[in-house]
């Protein structure tokens, strides 16, 4: 009963994660719980927000199961994938499906949005492109085609603010996931209340945007009764998964950077202050803040990163990862000249067309499962490095990258990404990725360390993977082949 533990929850794409830490910051016990999302129409995705919360309370079971005891949880942090849109009404019930993050059906909206509020005030206000995906054309979207929806929202939430309404029945958003809805003024960490007026949005619609850290309520009784947490316990504000996962690894500090690989890739660089960049040298790079008060990132997202290796999985109905990829590592680098772009659903960064599609380019006699599955591991690396690329134009660098996401779980992926990066790569086996660092916000949050300084895994030593220079030429060759191929291929998807 003297035991301090903390609870991280992840509302992830491919399914939510529960992590339980000590006051040492080592894991004691973590759970998850799969599922998917639904596409109504090509290049759009939803998930409902019920099949959320349901999860997350059979991950919380699965824990005591597993011995943990609840009543040592001293605070809860919550975290999950950005830009989702939930909408309640009045009974506080989501209106319709989510729409997620990785949905391209608002190409359409943005430059509407755009028009509206006028592209170089709303760009120097949230200091962000406008992409489809992120929050805001959404609700733009949905006033046109479902007037009934659109008229009976009286909450806007990301899905790791419907989780803590869940936990304390408030509502509360954060400043990382609030950044990912372009309603942001991004350098003051506020609304920006101007542009949610000229869209014609309602203020009260959007709940007050905390630092992640900051305790927004505390557990129900009814949540309480039905996750067997103890009533009262403090649940912060949270942060978007890619903040979290960051924290978690400890990259707080200019020079560092994380990469995660989940259904999404993104190349992540945390700035102690926001780079003052023209619209057309930030292209697609994201700039919102940082899950830390008075820091921000940079962010470049590739939209079917793992996913892209799911979808080999199914397409070739294999029962699982390692049965897709028996063999793979001895298919030599640039797997025999076959190339994949993984564009399945779409792509944000940096091409900015939701309607890409997958291209597996230069296939022959001599490729098989195992060329393919390498290709597409390689494939989203180049996407990674493309990411990178657009980074380094904006004159944003980082040295030394720590890896994230359900990725880490084969090591064929470090090993891919470090020898097409040309860079030795970090990484955390033990962390459960965002759920981890929510449950290192939560301890923040309730002084169980009073400053970052204080955070005890800061000091805790990463596994360091190794890149092949005899692998340079070719990956260096065949990322050129990628760029030219994605280049040729934009305008006629
Ligand atoms: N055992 C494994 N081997 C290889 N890749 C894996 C394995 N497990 C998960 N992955 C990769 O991780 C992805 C899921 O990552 P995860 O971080 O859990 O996603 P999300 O947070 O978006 O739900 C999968 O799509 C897959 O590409
Ligand atoms: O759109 C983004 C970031 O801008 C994605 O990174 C989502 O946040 C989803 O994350 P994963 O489920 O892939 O971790």
Known sequence: MNQTFLLGIDIGTQGAKAVVIDDMGHV??????????????????????????ESVISCLHSLWKNGVDPTAIRAIGTTGQMHSLVILDERKQPIRPAILWNDGRTLKECSEMEEIVGSDYLFNTTRNPILPGFTAPKLLWLKKNEPEHYSRIKKVLMPKDYIVYELTGEFSADVTDASGT???????????????????????????????????????????QITGLPI?????????????????????????????????????????????LARDQAST????????????????????????????????????????LEGVDQVEAGAG???????????????????????????????????????????????????????????IEVADWTVTGGAIKNPIWTKVLADVFQ???????????????????????????????????????????????????????????????????????
């Open 28 to 53: 004691v016990s973590s759970a998850n719980v799969s599922y998917s999302f639904e596409s109504p129409q090509p290049g759009w995705c939803e998930q409902s927000p019920s099949l959320w919360w």
């Open 182 to 224: 372009c309603l942001l003024n991004v350098p003051d960490r506020e609304w920006a209340w101007d542009v949610i007026d000229e869209l014609g949005f309602s203020r009260d619609w959007f709940p007050p945007v905390s630092e992640s850290q900051e305790v927004v309520g505390s557990l129900s009784e009814t949540a309480a």
């Open 232 to 276: 009262g316990i403090p649940v912060i504000a949270g942060a978007g998964d890619n903040a979290a996962a960051a924290l978690g690894n400890g990259i707080i500090m200019e020079g560092t950077g994380s990469i995660s690989i989940g259904t999404s890739g993104t190349v992540f660089i945390p700035l102690k202050e926001l780079p003052d």
């Open 285 to 324: 790079l994201h700039l919102f803040c940082h899950c830390l008060p008075g820091m921000w990132h940079a962010m470049g997202t590739t939209l079917s990163a793992g996913m892209s290796l799911r979808w080999l999985r199914d397409a070739f109905e294999k029962q699982n990862y390692d049965d897709l």
């Open 337 to 395: 000249g076959l190339l994949f772009l993984p564009y399945l659903n779409g792509e944000r960064s940096p091409l900015n067309n939701p309607a890409a599609k997958g291209v597996f380019f230069g296939l022959s006699y001599e490729h098989h499962r195992k060329s393919m599955a390498r290709a597409v591991i390689e494939g989203v690396c180049y996407s990674l490095r493309d990411v990178l690329d657009m980074m380094e134009k904006a004159e």
């Open 423 to 493: 860079q030795h790569l970090h990484v955390h086996e033990e962390r459960e990725g965002p759920a981890y660092g929510a449950s290192i916000l939560a301890g923040l949050g309730n002084g169980v360390w009073k400053a970052v300084a204080d955070l005890p895994m800061l000091d805790q030593k990463a596994n360091r993977i190794e890149f092949n220079r005899e692998n340079q030429p070719v990956y260096d060759a065949q990322f050129a082949r990628y760029q030219s191929i994605a280049q040729a291929m934009n305008p006629l998807f």
